[in-house]
C-alpha cells in the first residue's frame, strides 16, 4: 500500500509522524515540569516522595519519547538529523546531559549509599525539568527562526560561527518559546497532580500552581503565537529547490493547511483552555489533565506542520539561504520511507496498551501510605 | 574532505567511552531481566511467597543497573548526530531505519512495562504483573536485536547502493540488512553473553551470602537458577562464537588476522591458543610474529572456513596482495578508490556548472570504481589493518574466559545438585572472583569486534576518518572528558548503591 504513494506522499506522512511524536513529547513533559515542582508542592521529605513516585511511572515514558522521536528524524530526515545534531553540538549536548541525569535521578535518589545525597538528585531533577525544557524548547524554535549551517555538494554539513548551537540562545523568539514551554509542562504537571496523588496538601498546592502557571503561560503563548505569525520565513520552489524569504509565511502555512495546522491548533486551544477551566478551582477536577494535555499534544503537532509543510524550509540556514534544509532534500530514500511506513503500522498498537496500561495502574490515585509501604518505591 | 586527524582520534575515543561503560549495564539488564521473569514464574506457580521475596530483591538490583544503562544509551544514540554527522548522511538511509524501529517496538515496551513490574504489585492481578516483568525481558532483548542488525551492516554491509546523485547509500532491500549473517549471530552472541553475565552476577551475590552463612535458602535458590541459565546460555555461547568466526573469515579477513595474529596466510593453518606476540615484528620482515606460542594445527582453517584445506590470508597477504590465492593488493584497492572519489567530486562539479557530458562521464568512471569509494580516503596500504595486539589479546582473553564460565556453571551446578553446596568454600570464592571476569569478557568481545574493524566505520566503505562531525577537536575533547568524569560518578554511585541493597537484604523481610 505505501508502495504506490510518491516520495513526496510518503515525506509528507513521516514528517506527520515526526509531529505527532513531537506533540506527544510535549504532552509529556509534565513530567518534567512537574520535577520543578518539586520543592513548591512538597516542603516535607514524605510528600516529597509522593510527589516524586507520582511522577517516576511515567518518566519514562516521556524519555522514551524523545529517543524515538531521535529516531525518526534520524530514519526519515537524515540530513536535519546530522546537520542539526552535528552542527549545533553544544545545545544538544547540554540537552542530552539534562536528560543522563534524569534517568539516575529517580531510581538513586533516595537509595543508601548513593554517594551525592538525595538533594544532588533532586537537583538532576529540577535542571531537567528547567533547563532540559528551555533548551529544547530553544532547539524547536530554530526550526522557525533558522540556524547558521551550510550543506556542500555531496550532503556534508558544516557550521558558522563558534557558538555551535549556543546562539539560538540569543534570539528572542527561541528563549521565548523555551520559556512558554517550561510553564506549559508546570502547568500540566499542577493538572496532573490533582487526580495522581490522594494527598489534599499537595492538591492544594498544585491548585494554587494551575493558576500561576496559567497567568505565566498565557501572555508567552500569545507573545509567541504573534511572533510567529508575523515573522518572515523561507519557502523553496519543489520543482528547482531555490529557496527565497517571504514576509508571514507561518500565517500562511495556517491558512493553506486547514487540516495540518488551523484544526489542531484550534482544538489544541481550546483542549488547554478547557482543561485550565475545569482546574481552576481544584476538586475532583475530572478531565482537566486529559482535555490539556491532548489539548498540548494537539498544538505540538499544527506547530511542527507550520515548520515544514507547505513547501516551507524545514531547517533554514541564517548563513547562506540555498543550503537550508526542507522535508525534500533531507529526507530518507523512497525504498526506506516505505519499509518505515509498514512499520509505522504498529505505533496505533503501542500507544493503546500504554493508554492500557495507563489507565490500570491509575485507577486509584497514589497515597503517601503506599509510597511507603511498597518497598520498591522510588 | 579533509579532517583533522585530532578530532577523529577525539571522537572515536568519547564513542568508545560511551560505548564501553554502557556495555557495563547492558548484558546485565539483558540477563537478569530474564532470571527475574524466571523466578517470578516460579513464585506464580508455586505460590511460595519466599520466591515473591526472591524476585523483587533481584528485581531491585535489576532497576539500580538499568537506569544508568539508559542514561549512557541515550548519549550513545545521539551520538551518531553530534559526533558522527557524515556518517549520519553517508548511510542515515540504512542505519537509522533500524534505530527508529528499535524506539517503535523494543523501547516503549520496555519503558511501559517496566512500570507495572516494579510499582505494579497492589495494582494489578498477579498475571498481569507476571507478564509484564516477561515483556520487560523480551522489549530489553529487542532493543539489543535492532542495534545489532544496526551493528552487524557496519560489520558487512549488504541490502544498499550508493546513488551518486545524493552522495549516500541508499537501502535497497530491509530483508538483507535483517537477515544479515553477521547481524543474526552478532545478536544471538551478544545477547547470550549478557545471559551469561547476569548468571555470573547472581552467582557472586549468592556465593557471598552462602560463605557469609546468611539466607542460606534464598541464596541456594537463587543459585540454582542462575547456573542452570548460565550453563545454557555458555554452551551456547561457545557454539555461537564458531558462528561468529565462521562470518568474520568471510567478510573481515583483515579483523580474523589480527584476532589471531597472522601475518603470513596459509593453508591448514593452525589456531593460537596461548600467544605472546613479538613487539618489534613489523609487516614484511618475515620474522616469527610470536615470541612463543601454543598452537592446535589446521584448526583456524577448520573453524573459519569449515573446510582444512583453506587458505586464510595474513596481514601481509591482505596488504601487498597475494595472486595465486586471487588477492588484490592494498595499493591497488587504494589506487581505485581515489579514482571513485575524483569521480565522485567531478560528478557533482560538473553537475554545478551545467555540464551533463562531463557528469555522463564522471559517473562512469565512479560507477567501474564504486566498490573502491571507501578505499579512496585512506592514506597508505597498510591502514587497511586493524591494530593487530590489541585485538589479539582481547580475542584471547574472551575466548579463554568463555570456557571457564562454562567449567564453573558445571561445577557449581553439579555440587548443588548432589549435595552440599556450602562447602566447597573455593569454588564459591571462585564464583565471586569470576564476576569481574565476566565484564572483562564483555569489554574484550566488543573490543575485538569494534578495534578489529578499523579503519572501518563501514567495512570495506566508508573509513572513521571520513565519517565524524565537522567540528574542532577541543569541543569533542572537552565532552570527552565531562562524559568521563559523570559517568565515573554515577557508575561510583551504582555500585555503592547495588553494594548496599546486597548487603541489607535480610533486613527487609518486615515489611516486604
Same mark, same amino acid.
Given at each position: 500500500?505505501?508502495?504506490?504513494?510518491?516520495?513526496?506522499?510518503?515525506?509528507?506522512?513521516?514528517?506527520?509522524?515526526?509531529?505527532?511524536?513531537?506533540?506527544?513529547?510535549?504532552?509529556?513533559?509534565?513530567?518534567?515540569?512537574?520535577?520543578?515542582?518539586?520543592?513548591?508542592?512538597?516542603?516535607?521529605?514524605?510528600?516529597?516522595?509522593?510527589?516524586?513516585?507520582?511522577?517516576?511511572?511515567?518518566?519514562?515514558?516521556?524519555?522514551?519519547?524523545?529517543?524515538?522521536?531521535?529516531?525518526?528524524?534520524?530514519?526519515?530526515?537524515?540530513?536535519?538529523?546530522?546537520?542539526?545534531?552535528?552542527?549545533?553540538?553544544?545545545?544538544?549536548?547540554?540537552?542530552?546531559?539534562?536528560?543522563?541525569?534524569?534517568?539516575?535521578?529517580?531510581?538513586?535518589?533516595?537509595?543508601?549509599?548513593?554517594?551525592?545525597?538525595?538533594?544532588?538528585?533532586?537537583?538532576?531533577?529540577?535542571?531537567?525539568?528547567?533547563?532540559?525544557?528551555?533548551?529544547?524548547?530553544?532547539?524547536?524554535?530554530?526550526?522557525?527562526?533558522?540556524?547558521?549551517?551550510?550543506?556542500?555538494?555531496?550532503?556534508?554539513?558544516?557550521?558558522?560561527?563558534?557558538?555551535?548551537?549556543?546562539?539560538?540562545?540569543?534570539?528572542?523568539?527561541?528563549?521565548?518559546?523555551?520559556?512558554?514551554?517550561?510553564?506549559?509542562?508546570?502547568?500540566?504537571?499542577?493538572?496532573?497532580?490533582?487526580?495522581?496523588?490522594?494527598?489534599?496538601?499537595?492538591?492544594?498546592?498544585?491548585?494554587?500552581?494551575?493558576?500561576?502557571?496559567?497567568?505565566?503561560?498565557?501572555?508567552?503563548?500569545?507573545?509567541?503565537?504573534?511572533?510567529?505569525?508575523?515573522?518572515?520565513?523561507?519557502?523553496?520552489?519543489?520543482?528547482?529547490?531555490?529557496?527565497?524569504?517571504?514576509?508571514?509565511?507561518?500565517?500562511?502555512?495556517?491558512?493553506?493547511?486547514?487540516?495540518?495546522?488551523?484544526?489542531?491548533?484550534?482544538?489544541?486551544?481550546?483542549?488547554?483552555?478547557?482543561?485550565?477551566?475545569?482546574?481552576?478551582?481544584?476538586?475532583?477536577?475530572?478531565?482537566?489533565?486529559?482535555?490539556?494535555?491532548?489539548?498540548?499534544?494537539?498544538?505540538?503537532?499544527?506547530?511542527?506542520?507550520?515548520?515544514?509543510?507547505?513547501?516551507?524550509?524545514?531547517?533554514?540556514?541564517?548563513?547562506?539561504?540555498?543550503?537550508?534544509?526542507?522535508?525534500?532534500?533531507?529526507?530518507?530514500?523512497?525504498?526506506?520511507?516505505?519499509?518505515?511506513?509498514?512499520?509505522?503500522?504498529?505505533?496505533?498498537?503501542?500507544?493503546?496498551?500504554?493508554?492500557?496500561?495507563?489507565?490500570?495502574?491509575?485507577?486509584?490515585?497514589?497515597?503517601?501510605?503506599?509510597?511507603?509501604?511498597?518497598?520498591?518505591?522510588? | 574532505?579533509?579532517?583533522?586527524?585530532?578530532?577523529?582520534?577525539?571522537?572515536?575515543?568519547?564513542?568508545?567511552?560511551?560505548?564501553?561503560?554502557?556495555?557495563?549495564?547492558?548484558? =546485565?539488564?539483558?540477563?537478569?531481566?530474564?532470571?527475574?521473569?524466571?523466578?517470578?514464574?516460579?513464585?506464580?506457580?508455586?505460590?511460595?511467597?519466599?520466591?515473591?521475596?526472591?524476585?523483587?530483591?533481584?528485581?531491585?538490583?535489576?532497576?539500580?543497573?538499568?537506569?544508568?544503562?539508559?542514561?549512557?544509551? =541515550?548519549?550513545?544514540?545521539? +551520538?551518531?548526530?553530534?559526533?558522527?554527522?557524515?556518517?549520519?548522511?553517508?548511510?542515515?538511509?540504512?542505519?537509522?531505519?533500524?534505530?527508529?524501529?528499535?524506539?517503535?517496538?523494543?523501547?516503549?515496551?520496555?519503558?511501559?512495562?517496566?512500570?507495572?513490574?516494579?510499582?505494579?504489585?497492589?495494582?494489578?492481578?498477579?498475571?498481569?504483573?507476571?507478564?509484564?516483568?516477561?515483556?520487560?525481558?523480551?522489549?530489553?532483548?529487542?532493543?539489543?536485536?535492532?542495534?545489532?542488525?544496526?551493528?552487524?551492516?557496519?560489520?558487512?554491509?549488504?541490502?544498499?547502493?550508493?546513488?551518486?546523485?545524493?552522495?549516500?547509500?541508499?537501502?535497497?532491500?530491509?530483508?538483507?540488512?535483517?537477515?544479515?549473517?553477521?547481524?543474526? !549471530?552478532?545478536?544471538?552472541? !551478544?545477547?547470550?553473553?549478557?545471559?551469561?553475565?547476569?548468571?555470573?552476577?547472581?552467582?557472586?551475590?549468592?556465593?557471598?551470602?552462602?560463605?557469609?552463612?546468611?539466607?542460606?535458602?534464598?541464596?541456594?535458590?537463587?543459585?540454582?537458577?542462575?547456573?542452570?541459565?548460565?550453563?545454557?546460555?555458555?554452551?551456547?555461547?561457545?557454539? =555461537?562464537?564458531?558462528?561468529?568466526?565462521?562470518?568474520?573469515?568471510?567478510?573481515?579477513?583483515?579483523?580474523?588476522?589480527?584476532?589471531?595474529?597472522?601475518?603470513?596466510?596459509?593453508?591448514?593453518?593452525?589456531?593460537?591458543?596461548?600467544?605472546?606476540?613479538?613487539?618489534?615484528?613489523?609487516?614484511?620482515?618475515?620474522?616469527?610474529?610470536?615470541?612463543?606460542?601454543?598452537?592446535?594445527?589446521?584448526?583456524?582453517?577448520?573453524?573459519?572456513?569449515?573446510?582444512?584445506?583453506?587458505?586464510?590470508?595474513?596481514? +601481509?597477504?591482505?596488504?601487498?596482495?597475494?595472486?595465486?590465492?586471487?588477492?588484490?593488493?592494498?595499493?591497488?584497492? =587504494?589506487?581505485?578508490?581515489?579514482?571513485?572519489?575524483?569521480?565522485?567530486?567531478?560528478?557533482?562539479?560538473?553537475?554545478?556548472?551545467?555540464?551533463?557530458?562531463?557528469?555522463?562521464?564522471?559517473?562512469?568512471?565512479?560507477?567501474?570504481?564504486?566498490?573502491?569509494?571507501?578505499?579512496?580516503?585512506?592514506?597508505?596500504?597498510?591502514?587497511?589493518?586493524?591494530?593487530?595486539?590489541?585485538?589479539?589479546?582481547?580475542?584471547?582473553?574472551?575466548?579463554?574466559?568463555?570456557?571457564?564460565?562454562?567449567?564453573?556453571?558445571?561445577?557449581?551446578?553439579?555440587?548443588?545438585?548432589?549435595?552440599?553446596?556450602?562447602?566447597?568454600?573455593?569454588?564459591?570464592?571462585?564464583?565471586?572472583?569470576?564476576?569481574?571476569?565476566?565484564?572483562?569478557?564483555?569489554?574484550?568481545?566488543?573490543?575485538?569486534?569494534?578495534?578489529?574493524?578499523?579503519?572501518?566505520?563501514?567495512?570495506?566503505?566508508?573509513?572513521?576518518?571520513?565519517?565524524?562531525?565537522?567540528?574542532?577537536?577541543?569541543?569533542?575533547?572537552?565532552?570527552?572528558?565531562?562524559?568521563?568524569?559523570?559517568?565515573?560518578?554515577?557508575?561510583?554511585? +551504582?555500585?555503592?548503591?547495588?553494594?548496599?541493597?546486597?548487603?541489607?537484604?535480610?533486613?527487609?523481610?518486615?515489611?516486604?
Amino acid at each position: 500500500m505505501f508502495e504506490a504513494m510518491s516520495h513526496d506522499t510518503l515525506r509528507e506522512y513521516w514528517w506527520f509522524l515526526v509531529s505527532v511524536l513531537g506533540g506527544l513529547f510535549v504532552m509529556l513533559t509534565f513530567v518534567q515540569g512537574g520535577q520543578t515542582l518539586l520543592y513548591t508542592l512538597a516542603p516535607d521529605s514524605r510528600r516529597r516522595d509522593l510527589v516524586v513516585n507520582a511522577l517516576g511511572r511515567k518518566w519514562e515514558l516521556t524519555f522514551t519519547t524523545l529517543v524515538t522521536f531521535g529516531g525518526a528524524l534520524f530514519a526519515a530526515f537524515p540530513l536535519f538529523y546530522a546537520t542539526s545534531f552535528g552542527g549545533a553540538y553544544w545545545v544538544w549536548i547540554a540537552i542530552l546531559l539534562c536528560f543522563v541525569l534524569q534517568a539516575v535521578a529517580y531510581e538513586y535518589r533516595k537509595k543508601p549509599g548513593n554517594v551525592f545525597g538525595p538533594k544532588t538528585f533532586e537537583i538532576f531533577l529540577l535542571i531537567n525539568g528547567s533547563l532540559g525544557v528551555i533548551l529544547l524548547g530553544a532547539a524547536v524554535g530554530t526550526l522557525f527562526t533558522g540556524a547558521p549551517f551550510t550543506v556542500d555538494a555531496t550532503h556534508l554539513s558544516h557550521w558558522a560561527g563558534p557558538a555551535r548551537g549556543l546562539e539560538a540562545a540569543l534570539v528572542p523568539f527561541n528563549v521565548l518559546f523555551g520559556l512558554m514551554w517550561f510553564f506549559l509542562a508546570r502547568l500540566l504537571a499542577a493538572l496532573y497532580f490533582l487526580r495522581a496523588v490522594d494527598d489534599d496538601d499537595v492538591r492544594a498546592r498544585s491548585v494554587r500552581q494551575v493558576r500561576l502557571n496559567t497567568l505565566l503561560f498565557l501572555p508567552l503563548f500569545l507573545a509567541v503565537a504573534a511572533l510567529l505569525l508575523t515573522m518572515e520565513g523561507a519557502g523553496y520552489d519543489p520543482a528547482t529547490g531555490a529557496v527565497a524569504l517571504v514576509p508571514y509565511k507561518y500565517l500562511d502555512n495556517l491558512l493553506a493547511l486547514p487540516l495540518r495546522a488551523l484544526i489542531p491548533l484550534v482544538l489544541g486551544v481550546a483542549g488547554v483552555l478547557y482543561g485550565i477551566a475545569r482546574g481552576w478551582r481544584g476538586g475532583e477536577a475530572r478531565g482537566a489533565f486529559w482535555s490539556a494535555a491532548a489539548g498540548s499534544a494537539l498544538v505540538g503537532i499544527a506547530l511542527f506542520g507550520l515548520a515544514a509543510l507547505n513547501d516551507t524550509t524545514l531547517y533554514t540556514s541564517t548563513a547562506d539561504l540555498q543550503s537550508s534544509l526542507t522535508l525534500q532534500n533531507a529526507s530518507g530514500s523512497p525504498y526506506t520511507l516505505t519499509v518505515m511506513s509498514y512499520v509505522s503500522l504498529a505505533i496505533p498498537f503501542v500507544l493503546a496498551y500504554i493508554a492500557w496500561v495507563w489507565r490500570q495502574m491509575g485507577r486509584r490515585p497514589l497515597g503517601v501510605d503506599e509510597v511507603e509501604r511498597d518497598p520498591m518505591s522510588y | 574532505m579533509s579532517v583533522d586527524a585530532a578530532v577523529v582520534e577525539w571522537s572515536r575515543a568519547q564513542f568508545a567511552l560511551t560505548a564501553m561503560f554502557h556495555w557495563i549495564f547492558v548484558p =546485565l539488564t539483558l540477563g537478569l531481566s530474564f532470571i527475574v521473569a524466571i523466578m517470578e514464574s516460579i513464585y506464580v506457580r508455586t505460590g511460595d511467597p519466599e520466591w515473591k521475596r526472591i524476585t523483587r530483591f533481584w528485581m531491585k538490583l535489576f532497576a539500580v543497573n538499568f537506569a544508568i544503562g539508559v542514561a549512557t544509551g =541515550l548519549i550513545l544514540e545521539f +551520538e551518531f548526530g553530534t559526533n558522527w554527522s557524515n556518517y549520519s548522511w553517508m548511510v542515515g538511509d540504512i542505519f537509522g531505519a533500524p534505530l527508529a524501529i528499535e524506539g517503535i517496538f523494543a523501547f516503549f515496551l520496555e519503558a511501559t512495562f517496566f512500570a507495572v513490574m516494579f510499582f505494579g504489585w497492589e495494582r494489578v492481578s498477579k498475571r498481569f504483573h507476571l507478564t509484564s516483568t516477561w515483556l520487560v525481558a523480551i522489549g530489553s532483548n529487542l532493543s539489543a536485536l535492532w542495534i545489532l542488525v544496526a551493528n552487524g551492516w557496519m560489520q558487512h554491509p549488504v541490502g544498499m547502493r550508493f546513488n551518486i546523485e545524493t552522495a549516500r547509500n541508499e537501502m535497497v532491500d530491509f530483508w538483507e540488512v535483517l537477515l544479515n549473517p553477521n547481524a543474526v !549471530t552478532k545478536f544471538l552472541h !551478544t545477547v547470550s553473553s549478557g545471559y551469561v553475565l547476569a548468571a555470573l552476577f547472581v552467582i557472586a551475590v549468592s556465593a557471598w551470602f552462602i560463605l557469609k552463612k546468611r539466607d542460606l535458602r534464598f541464596a541456594k535458590r537463587s543459585l540454582l537458577v542462575a547456573a542452570s541459565f548460565g550453563l545454557l546460555s555458555s554452551g551456547y555461547l561457545v557454539l =555461537l562464537g564458531d558462528g561468529s568466526a565462521f562470518v568474520v573469515a568471510h567478510d573481515q579477513p583483515a579483523k580474523l588476522a589480527a584476532m589471531e595474529g597472522v601475518y603470513d596466510g596459509a593453508s591448514r593453518k593452525g589456531i593460537v591458543l596461548f600467544g605472546v606476540l613479538d613487539p618489534d615484528k613489523e609487516l614484511g620482515d618475515g620474522k616469527d610474529p610470536f615470541i612463543i606460542k601454543i598452537e592446535m594445527s589446521q584448526m583456524l582453517s577448520l573453524l573459519g572456513f569449515h573446510d582444512i584445506d583453506s587458505f586464510v590470508p595474513g596481514a +601481509e597477504d591482505l596488504v601487498f596482495g597475494n595472486a595465486e590465492h586471487g588477492i588484490e593488493s592494498a595499493a591497488d584497492k =587504494l589506487a581505485k578508490g581515489k579514482v571513485a572519489v575524483d569521480a565522485l567530486a567531478a560528478f557533482h562539479a560538473a553537475r554545478k556548472r551545467g555540464d551533463p557530458g562531463a557528469a555522463d562521464q564522471a559517473r562512469a568512471d565512479f560507477d567501474a570504481h564504486a566498490d573502491y569509494l571507501g578505499y579512496g580516503y585512506l592514506d597508505k596500504p597498510e591502514d587497511i589493518l586493524p591494530p593487530i595486539p590489541l585485538t589479539f589479546y582481547s580475542f584471547h582473553i574472551m575466548v579463554g574466559l568463555g570456557f571457564w564460565f562454562v567449567l564453573l556453571f558445571v561445577v557449581l551446578l553439579w555440587f548443588q545438585m548432589t549435595g552440599e553446596i556450602a562447602d566447597h568454600k573455593n569454588w564459591l570464592r571462585l564464583g565471586i572472583l569470576s564476576l569481574p571476569l565476566g565484564y572483562l569478557a564483555e569489554q574484550t568481545g566488543w573490543i575485538v569486534a569494534e578495534v578489529g574493524r578499523q579503519p572501518w566505520a563501514i567495512q570495506d566503505m566508508l573509513p572513521v576518518g571520513v565519517a565524524t562531525s565537522d567540528l574542532d577537536a577541543a569541543s569533542v575533547s572537552v565532552t570527552f572528558w565531562i562524559f568521563l568524569v559523570l559517568f565515573t560518578a554515577l557508575l561510583i554511585a +551504582e555500585v555503592r548503591i547495588m553494594l548496599g541493597q546486597i548487603r541489607r537484604h535480610g533486613e527487609e523481610v518486615g515489611h516486604v
